[in-house]
């Protein structure tokens, strides 16, 4: 039924004399996680460098095996750079900070995590679990923290990530689940 009707409309398009664009639906991934699953859909119009960049490192398996390393109630669950043991993965270069793209650091939004520097994101992601307006463009530093999608599934998942008790291990690792909380995989489904 749904090829007949689209088959119709592209011959309505033709015959009206103009083409018809296909219509592209945004990058979703599936993140698998020791606590459950995440659909994430990705904005790729508004944060193309943001999203190509995660979707790089999730094809080539990088999140597989890595850890929720900082959790906060009230403000975000941060991963994907640390294996269980605390070691950093080898990231590839830095991306350019995209926090001008008009996205919002409300709940349920991932973002790009980075340094002090604006352009310094590369593997590293947070989940906003409240709406964080001080982590919007211009705040907190000039620059704000990259958007660049938002939990559609799970979030569930999400709560019960950011209210994993922490301990704090060292000054890299401050409010880390004492229990790892893993990133078994993130893959595209659409």
Known sequence: MLKKLLG???????????????????????????????????????????????????????????????VIPGFMAQGGGFTADRKQKPTRAAIKNEAANGLKNDRGTIAMARTSAPDSATAQFFINVVNNDMLNRPSPDGSGYAVFGKVVEGMDVVDRIVSAKTQNVNMVFQNMPETPILIKSVKTVK
């Open 8 to 70: 119709a409309v592209a011959v309505v398009c033709m015959l009206a004399g103009f083409a018809c664009a296909e219509v592209k639906k945004n990058p979703v991934v599936v993140m698998d996680t020791s606590l459950g699953s995440v659909k994430i859909e990705l904005f790729e119009k508004a944060a193309p460098i943001s999203v190509k960049n995660f979707l790089e490192y999730a094809a080539a398996g990088f999140y597989n095996e890595t850890i929720f390393h900082r």
